[in-house]
């Protein structure tokens, strides 16, 4: 089974913190991906990576940066925490096989920034 | 369905009974199609996915349906059971190389 794990399951920050959101996933997969999920606004594309070193800005980028410097973590970054990135973020993977584009998602992380 | 605002589309329905949730998708040169099911306090698990050379495709319960030429999706569960309320994603493959969610769909099975 694929297993996607999330270092924190709730996480509270501060205004200006920096805060580090770490993904592994263990079935070597090429592609990652992070998301932020609200309520009525599904999930949005933040940052995707098809390989180490590399990285594409989703929907919504701004406020955000990533790191992947092994195949099988992905970090989210968030340089200066601000109110509205309090937010459920979920971490995804998937091969790169031609014709499969199935996500697996890790089980999210809560963060709340006072 | 797609929500409007901040309000997420609802679907209640009696245990035993068959559930319908339906998601409009915009682009009609996606050829891939997948639904999600999200229960409460986990991620998105995959539920069943169709390409746009079919429009029907049967799991176990559950059937997709795929309408192009209004560019509609829907997801069927027959005989709905406690364990399939959670929140239900429909998601379109884009031009990007990644997928593109709907909004979501709140599926409450009623005893």
């Known amino acids: 089974d694929v297993k996607v794990t999330q270092s924190s399951r709730y996480l509270v920050k501060r205004t200006g913190e920096k805060v580090f959101l770490e993904c592994v996933q263990d079935?070597?997969?090429?592609?990652m991906f992070w998301y932020r999920q609200d309520p009525g606004l599904g999930l949005r594309l933040i940052y995707f990576?098809?390989?180490?070193?590399?990285?594409e800005k989703g929907d919504i980028p701004e406020g955000y940066s990533v790191s992947r410097e092994k195949k099988e973590r992905f970090s989210l970054i968030l340089e200066s925490a601000s109110t509205n990135q309090t937010s459920m973020y979920l971490c995804?993977?998937?091969?790169?096989?031609?014709?499969?584009?199935?996500?697996?998602f890790g089980p999210g992380t809560r963060l709340t920034v006072t | 369905g797609e929500s409007v605002g901040l309000h997420l589309p609802t679907l209640s329905v009696q245990e035993g009974d068959n559930s319908i949730i339906n998601c409009a998708y915009s682009?009609?040169?996606?050829?891939?199609f997948i639904w999600y099911k999200q229960e409460s306090g986990k991620g998105p698990q995959f539920i069943i996915d169709?390409?746009?050379?079919?429009d029907k495709r049967q799991g176990q319960r559950v059937t997709v349906l795929l309408n192009k030429t209004v560019k509609h999706l829907s997801l069927q569960i027959a005989a709905t059971q406690p364990g399939d309320s959670a929140v239900y994603f429909c998601?379109?493959?884009?031009?990007?190389?990644?997928?593109?969610f709907g909004k979501g769909t709140k599926l409450s099975v009623k005893p």
């Open positions: 998601a379109e493959w884009g031009s990007q190389g990644n997928l593109i």
């Open positions: 079935m070597d997969h090429e592609n």
């Open positions: 682009n009609s040169a996606s050829d891939y």
């Open positions: 169709i390409r746009s050379n079919m």
């Open positions: 995804a993977s998937s091969p790169a096989l031609a014709g499969v584009y199935e996500q697996y």
């Open positions: 990576s098809y390989d180490v070193k590399m990285k």
